[in-house]
């Protein structure tokens, strides 16, 4: 694969509505776009960091700095005949994940264009609907959450994610529990509780949660092995997996019952397979999280939800949830009956709407193979 050109593309699009973790509230994606073009193709990808480093060590900054200054010069001294052995040639820069799965991911598109693959069968995809559920920010109200909680059951979502932190979990779940009895429901504390938090977590038992996903600190397996043994509830592992060797970790102590996978958080797509892998030969059930990405994001992680183990609903959910106008046409959409129907195009199975792009885009860099 010969790539003659990078463009690196800072992007601004604004939420229709707030996001709100126990970490941060947003209220634009802030991110980066890779687009790489050679021998007449173009492939896009997507950086999962946002603008400050909350969630992960990572941000946009951190990233677009990575790319420019080690990435790239890598990738165009290097002659890498599949998008698979790009990893082998950044494996020198130590950490750095979402940096480069970005780039990456935007050599998948490329080569599964390149081949007249979609993507997802280019990956090994093994389902050609994907069930979805949503994240729901923390709220200004209750009644503002449950009000958003029945509008997604309407729109057809599989399951709920809540984001929980201290002050707005147990009284919270009370009242969705009263209202909505029946619903798949699950929780995400984002690492905002510890060890002293062991005996307020066991009051989350009584709301019949399918998972609570990173309750303890953002970089522990220890302590979360320890609450794990403490729980019925299977504990659903995020930040704390960073790569493969942090899976094996993660199921040897117990410390969780679930893997959220994210592509990003583990450096691409190569990582997030080999830990799908483990995790269906070890009987752990994953399901793909999300950073709340614009559609090329998305449509990647639509692509890797057709593995064989992403047998959960996931966090991946319809683009206008999010955004008026989306990066890609058509944008993502949901059936009402809460699925996925992936794209039978090649590569990430939608175009990017590069006007569109480009009237977002606050930063550009170019970078051209001498
Ligand atoms: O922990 O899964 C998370 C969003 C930003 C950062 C971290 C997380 C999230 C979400 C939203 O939960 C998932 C989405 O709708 O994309
Ligand atoms: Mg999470």
């Known amino acids: 694969m010969t790539i003659e050109k990078l463009i690196l593309r800072e992007i601004s699009l604004p939420f229709i509505h707030f996001f709100e973790t126990s970490f941060c509230r947003v209220y634009e994606k802030q991110t980066l776009l890779v687009q790489v073009e050679g021998e007449g193709t173009t492939g896009w990808g997507e950086c999962a960091a946002a603008e400050g480093p909350f969630y992960s060590p990572e941000d946009l900054y951190s990233a677009r700095h990575v790319i420019s200054r080690h990435i790239v010069p890598a990738l165009f001294e290097a002659e890498i005949g599949k998008a698979e052995h790009f990893q082998s040639v950044v494996g020198f820069i130590r950490g750095h994940p979402m940096a480069k799965a970005a780039v990456e991911a935007a050599l998948f598109d490329w080569e599964s264009k390149r081949l007249e693959l979609p993507l997802w069968e280019f990956l090994g995809g093994v389902r050609r609907t994907i069930p979805c559920g949503v994240s729901i920010g923390i709220q200004d109200t209750p009644q503002q959450l449950l009000a958003k909680i029945e509008e997604e059951l309407d729109s057809g979502y599989r399951r709920i994610k809540l984001k929980i932190k201290p002050g707005w979990d147990v009284d919270i779940l009370k009242r969705v529990r009263d209202r909505f009895p029946d619903v798949p429901l699950m929780v995400d504390a984002n690492g905002a509780y510890g060890v002293e938090d062991f005996e307020h977590l066991a009051k989350l038992e009584e709301f019949r949660l399918l998972m609570i996903e990173q309750p303890l600190y953002h970089d522990d397996l220890i302590e979360h092995s320890r609450l794990q043994k403490e729980l019925k509830t299977p504990v659903c592992l995020d930040e704390s997996i960073r790569h493969l060797r942090d899976a094996q970790h993660a199921i040897e102590l117990e410390a969780c019952r679930v893997i959220n996978i994210k592509v990003g958080r583990v450096g691409g797509v190569v990582e997030a397979k080999r ?34 183990n992403f047998v959960l609903p996931g966090d991946v959910s319809a683009s206008h949830r999010y955004f008026e106008k989306d990066t890609i046409t058509p944008p993502v959409e949901v059936t009402p009956e809460g699925f996925i129907e992936v794209s039978t195009a090649p590569g990430i199975g ?9 009237r977002v885009t606050v930063h550009k860099d170019s970078f051209t193979r001498e």
Request: aromatic share 12%; hydrophobic share 40%.
């Open 350 to 358: 939608y175009e990017t709407d590069i006007e569109w792009v480009e």
């Open 275 to 308: 830990i799908h892998d483990y995790c269906l030969q070890q009987g752990v059930p994953v399901w793909c999280g999300g950073m709340l990405e614009t559609g090329v994001g998305r449509a990647f992680n639509v692509a890797i939800s057709t593995l064989e």
